[in-house]
């Protein structure tokens, strides 16, 4: 599974990115092929796995939670 984080660096996203893809490493590292992180503009800050978006701050709001628990759901299936 691979998990693609694209953030706004105009935004000073960066330290999120940074702290999702630790959370993502640290939960499921095993279970991951990969974290990458995606430099933006324009605000966005979105997470995919494998090329689908399970995550977009603007829509969604910020919760960490939700996306390690998204990425959780999905290593089970």
Do not use: N
């Amino acid at each position: 599974m691979d998990v693609e984080i694209e953030y706004c660096v105009p935004c000073g996203h960066l330290d999120r990115a940074l702290e999702m893809a630790g959370v993502l490493l640290r939960e499921f590292g095993g279970g991951l092929d990969g974290v990458r992180l995606r430099t933006g503009s324009g605000g966005v800050f979105k997470i995919r796995v494998d090329g689908e978006e399970i995550f977009d701050a603007q829509r969604d709001g910020w919760d960490p939670d939700s996306v390690r628990d998204d990425v959780a759901r999905r290593l089970a299936a």
